[in-house]
């Protein structure tokens, strides 16, 4: 039996466990995540995010996320907003500017409140993109940032910009419908295409004026997602650097928008939503049943 709270950002769900009193074995998260992220078997989200002690001095929490398939993202905006909210409500900390070790790299959360002392939402210092080729990492030698880079991938063509948020991302401009795009069918076969060594996230852009972006993803680990707070991130950097947008824009997703700025310290903010849905305890024998399968 695992206590756990299901929390949203933009309709990008997420099962938060807290291991200060959940005590797991962190080997065991993989298997978890796809148990409880299953829509039909499990509880349903696109995937797990435990909250833990630091390893580091400096921090005052540390972050592990991992996708419905279960593997490992370094990093996940939506889900870091959520972490900061539970994590002042339960009185994990008490401060509402919290200093995160990832695998990342440190991620700052800041809890934004109303008057009233209520949360409105959170403001991220996600740091700093990152634009060199091998970071993002793309296979080959290094050449520096890749702003327009074209792939063929289910029998089409497309040209991309990378950015590393600490994960990877592609960004895919367009001035199409994005409704028309069939994310099911091409999101995949750029995820896991021989280019990106450490897969990718994937997402397609439309630049609707100089302070707005509408856009669709296709994530790394968990398939189409109503939002990507990273993937926001990476796409206003993409757009900032190829003069499509300057650098702050509300990002429009599936699930609602993200300001998003990139500012004059390098570091790139995202300001959002963050919302809990429900409270509760995972008692599938999800160990058992995993064993049996292996
Ligand atoms: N939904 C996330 C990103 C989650 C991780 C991603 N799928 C990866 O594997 O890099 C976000 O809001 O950033």
């Known amino acids: 039996m695992v206590r756990f709270t299901k929390m949203e950002g933009l309709g990008n769900d997420y099962i938060f466990i807290d ?44 972050f592990r996320m991992f996708n419905a398939d279960g593997s490992e993202g370094e990093m996940c905006g939506n889900g870091m907003r959520s972490f900061a909210r539970l994590a002042f409500e ?26 009233a002392g209520r ?24 050449r520096g940032p890749v702003l327009a880079e074209t792939v063929e991938a289910a029998g089409e063509s497309f040209t991309f910009a ?14 199409a419908d994005l409704d028309r795009i069939d994310l099911a069918h091409v999101g995949p076969a750029l995820e896991h295409h021989p280019l990106f060594p450490q897969r990718t996230n994937v997402h397609f852009v439309r630049p609707e004026g100089p302070g707005e972006l ?31 947008s300057g ?3 509300d990002v429009h997703l599936p699930g609602g928008t993200l300001r998003v700025e990139w500012a004059e310290d390098g570091h790139v903010y ?7 849905v429900c409270r509760g305890e995972f008692t599938r024998d999800w160990r058992r049943e995993a064993a049996a399968r292996s």
Request: glycine share 10%.
């Open 270 to 276: 995202q300001t959002g939503p963050a919302n809990e």
């Open 19 to 62: 291991n200060f009193a959940e005590r797991l074995p962190e080997e065991e998260f993989p298997v978890l995540a796809r148990a409880v992220s299953d829509r039909h078997f499990g509880v349903g989200a696109d995937g797990l995010i435990v909250i833990l002690p630091p390893t580091e001095p400096g921090f005052d929490l540390r």
């Open 162 to 175: 990378a950015v590393s948020m600490g994960n990877p991302h592609i960004v895919i401009f367009t001035d």
């Open 90 to 115: 339960r009185g994990l900390v008490r401060k509402t500017r919290i200093r995160v070790q990832t695998l990342a790299g440190p991620v700052v959360p800041e809890i934004v409140l109303d008057e």
């Open 119 to 142: 949360v409105q939402g959170v403001r991220v210092d996600m740091g700093p993109p990152r634009l060199r080729s091998t970071e993002i990492p793309l296979t080959g030698p290094e």
């Open 247 to 249: 650098r702050t824009a």
């Open 214 to 244: 509408r856009m669709r993803t296709w994530e790394r680990g968990s398939g189409i997602t109503l939002a990507c707070g990273t993937g926001a991130c990476a796409a206003l950097v993409a757009a900032s650097l190829t003069g499509r």
